[in-house]
């Protein structure tokens, strides 16, 4: 079975610093576009921010300036780095990818093509 395997959160401060992994099973991540997506209950899921096979990324306002998202297709491993945390960071954090034959520079978080997805780490930021 395909799917992603999400570790890396926990309780942080405001101000603080996280680094989310998303590890690929069962498969190899270098065909893939990659995004971070996340959730809170009672509310839909939002898109973090994404990354290309050819490693542009794209990110929510939000998250801008604070969030980078990277990939190691050799340890078949996808980061979300975490600076400057806020309360309202608080969610479920999860991977989602598709499958892309071309190496570009552009990806979307608002791409119906996502179709293979990990369960998640929960990061909580509160003082």
């Known amino acids: 079975q395909l799917q992603f395997v999400e570790s890396g959160g926990g309780l942080a401060q405001p101000g603080g610093s996280l680094r989310l992994s998303c590890a690929a099973s069962g498969f190899s991540l270098d065909g893939y576009v990659i995004s971070w997506f996340r959730q809170v209950p009672g509310k839909d899921r939002e898109g973090v921010g994404c990354i290309s096979r050819g490693h542009f990324t794209n990110y929510r306002d939000a998250v801008k300036g604070r969030f980078t998202i990277s990939r190691d297709d050799a340890k078949n491993m996808v980061y979300l780095e975490m600076n400057s945390l806020k309360p309202e960071d608080t969610a479920l954090y999860y991977c989602?990818?598709?499958?892309?034959?071309?190496?570009?520079?552009?990806?979307?978080?608002?791409?119906?093509?996502?179709?293979?997805w990990g369960l998640g780490t929960q990061v909580i930021v509160s003082s």
């Open positions: 989602g990818g598709y499958q892309y034959a071309f190496i570009k520079n552009y990806c979307t978080t608002l791409d119906e093509r996502y179709d293979t």
